[in-house]
């Protein structure tokens, strides 16, 4: 599962550039700064809102790998107790809190992405 995990990642850091790479050089590129209907056809394209969208999981699942590579990584008995051998078992607290934040983050942001979404329709 490891490797799957690791290839995922790699895979989304390639669409994520691929994004930020194709706005930059759009902007760049094309004459926003004289025509806003250029912009405008732009983001409502269907092309724009599918790679958009496909942006966005990506960005959603590298963090979440990221963060679990962080939780894997720092938040063990070894890394916790090794300079004070006491202290290893708050490896387990340590680790749900971790998680607990990273849960109420994410409900947090859906929350107010959502609200925000509902007060402007």
Do not use: C, N, P, Q
């Given at each position: 599962m490891g490797t799957f995990l690791w290839l995922v990642q790699r895979f989304s850091s390639?669409?994520?550039?691929?994004y930020i790479l194709f706005i930059?050089?759009?902007?760049?590129?094309?004459p926003y700064h004289i025509d806003a209907q250029v912009w405008f056809s732009d983001i409502n394209s269907i092309q724009m809102k599918i790679f958009t969208s496909?942006?966005?999981v990506m960005m959603v699942g590298h963090a979440l790998q990221g963060l679990k590579a962080?939780?894997?990584d720092y938040f063990t008995e070894r890394t916790i107790g090794?300079?004070?051998a006491q202290?290893?078992?708050?490896?387990?607290?340590?680790?749900?809190s971790y998680r607990g934040f990273i849960?109420?983050?994410?409900?947090?942001?859906?929350?107010?992405?959502?609200?925000?979404?509902?007060?402007?329709?």
């Open positions: 390639l669409i994520i550039l691929s930059l050089i759009s902007y760049f590129v094309k496909l942006f966005l962080v939780e894997d090794m300079f004070l202290t290893k078992h708050l490896a387990k607290f340590l680790r749900y849960g109420l983050v994410i409900i947090v942001l859906s929350y107010v992405t959502v609200f925000s979404y509902l007060m402007e329709v």
